[in-house]
């Protein structure tokens, strides 16, 4: 693992002599008003402790030199004030414990370097901190114990490794804690035998290798025991092959395949349903190959030869209809692909060269109209790339460079006026970008910086007025950002730290008393104080230390949302509100998402469009009325 760190990209440089060698340098920003970093200088050598900042005076990095390299503890911070990686420099080297955190401070991985390079006994945790898995190195190499865990702690592998090739042992559970697999490795290759299981831990097969490849009996039994069918392996050719026998060992069907020549017939069980009917040659599928689904339909079609696809592979859905048409040249796709809805209609369509996506791609919506257009070049988007609307109208336009998108891209509304335009650089959103509303102007702006927000962003309301407006530290909100009307008066106000709510946030009256102030931890709502309107006051609902309910209102003392909070997260039936009190939205939210089943309504109270979400996501089908309540539009998504 290389350790770097980019500290000194600054405009203007202070410096204090404090002896006659050591100087005291003071890093700020062009405006000479932040502090970047602050560290000392000896006989032209960084020496000691060096600090760097975020823009909001948080610390960043802790790193400490000695004649100019790398050397002793360092430390990286969040925004928030907590590490995220904790380590030890030795002669700019990583020594010793590395420790790596998620944004939370909850503990990622706990790894021991020599010398940059991992070795010994590491461990990796879940985001809730559960462990995942330890594992053990030698120069970046595993080696020795490798067991990964489910998330309730029990084992999911066990596995063994000598210079980054499995050994010894193999063991995979089911999460019950019963094992799945149990088999042996020798030099990164299967060897002895080989044993899969069922969840209730009864046997499902057992199988022979030598130097990875299958050779002699493979059997495969049926939950009761008894022998479902028996095969014979030379040296990872399939030679000879039993009866196929039943869960009661009648035999349902012979086989006729012997010294690797004939038909082997796949059965699914408990349905003894055939699955699947593959010729073979030499112990390789060589000839035709077919397979169904568990009800008897034909689920796809294709050729062998000596093992590798070749020719023609047609894949059809339960109801007969194509699914995927595509042509094979040595087990690679090579030629023509097609893919299809299950109502039959074309999906994609494009080109394979040696497996790997070539010259011109398109998709298409249900109905026909293009989806999206462009060109791939040796399996990677390449040139430009066009994405459109069911209505045929234009969605997005751009370039991509070695699969990155590149230079300007343009993004479209349903009617093709333009909904936001900027720059990618290596396929990160960079420098400034603007979003707009449907009539042209200006819905919001602000800076990316490999990929991430940046500085100062400003969102407006569709009369021009600046809606909302704050900072962007690395992606993410921090420090104050204020809220206000179309009118300009400021609505709301308070700060963020990284990307959360956090500290008492204020909101205002149109005559700039306080309507009422939320209490805020870390982007969960805690408490809140009474709501005064013209010093009349009104029901806030029974939020306490993050539980209850809570009604807010607008400035004209009309309701403007109602419903409940648990753990600081907006959670059960929500409806909002305009400022006559009329309906426009109602739903369920799990801790703060959108889930279920949704109605938007308009300034009058007649529903505009209804549909589901699932983790805040659009899904299935959602329904668009017009003004007298007809159904004008159905959409899935």
Known sequence: MRVFFALLIVCVCFKTAFTQNDTAYIFYDSAKTVLQAKGIVTKN??????????????????????????????????????????GTFENGFLTGEYKIYSNRGVVQAELLYKQNKLNGECKYYSPQ??????????????????????????????????????????????????????????????????????????????????????????????????????????????????????????ILTKSTFDNGIGTKISYYHPENAKKSVVSFENGLPHGDAVFYYSSGKLLAEMKYNQGNVEGLKIEYFSNDFFKEISKYINDNPHGEYFEFYESGALKTQGFY??????????????????????????????????????NGQIASAGKYKNGNKEGEWLEFYRDSTLSSKGEYVSGKKHAHWYGYFPNGDVQMEGDFADGLETGTWKIYHDNGTVYKEGMFIEGQEHGRWNEYL????????????????????????????????????????????????????????TLKNGNGSRITYHSNGKKSAEGNIKNGELSGRWKYYNEKETLVAEGVLDEGKKIGWWKYYDDNGKIESEGRYENDLLTGKWFFYDEKQKIIDIKQF
Request: hydrophobic content about 30%; glycine content about 12%; overall charge neutral.
């Open 486 to 541: 179309p009118n300009g008066q400021l609505e709301a106000f308070g700060n963020f730290v990284a990307g959360n709510e956090h500290g008492a946030w204020y909101n205002i009256a149109a005559n700039g008393d306080t309507i009422q102030i939320d209490f805020w931890e870390m982007g969960k709502l805690m408490n809140c104080s009474d709501v005064l309107i013209r010093g009349k006051k009104y029901n806030k609902g």
């Open 45 to 86: 050598q960084k020496q000691g402790k060096w600090v760097s900042y975020f823009l909001s005076g948080q610390v960043k990095f802790i790193i400490n030199y000695k004649n100019d390299t790398l050397n002793g503890i360092f430390t990286e911070y969040s925004p928030t004030g907590l590490p995220l990686k904790k």
């Open 129 to 250: 901190g559960k462990l995942t898995a330890i594992k053990n190195y030698v120069d970046d190499t595993l080696h020795g114990k490798t067991s990964l865990f489910f998330e309730s702690s029990k084992p999911k592998s066990v596995a063994y490794f000598n210079k980054g090739m499995e050994t010894s042992e193999w063991k995979e559970f089911y999460s019950n804690g019963k094992p799945s697999l149990i088999g042996k490795f020798e030099q990164g290759n299967e060897n002895g035998q080989w044993a899969s299981f069922y969840p209730s831990g009864k046997l499902r097969s057992q199988t022979n290798y030598v130097n990875g490849k299958k050779h002699g009996e493979q059997k495969y039994f049926h939950e009761t025991g008894k022998t479902k069918q028996i095969e014979h392996w030379e040296n990872g050719r399939l030679m000879r092959l039993s009866a196929y026998y039943d869960d009661k060992g009648k």
């Open 353 to 390: 060269k040696n497996g790997l996506e070539d010259s011109l791609w398109w998709e298409f919506y249900e109905d026909g109209t293009v989806r999206s257009d462009g060109y791939y070049k040796q399996g990677i988007e390449d040139s430009t790339w066009f994405e459109f609307y069911e």
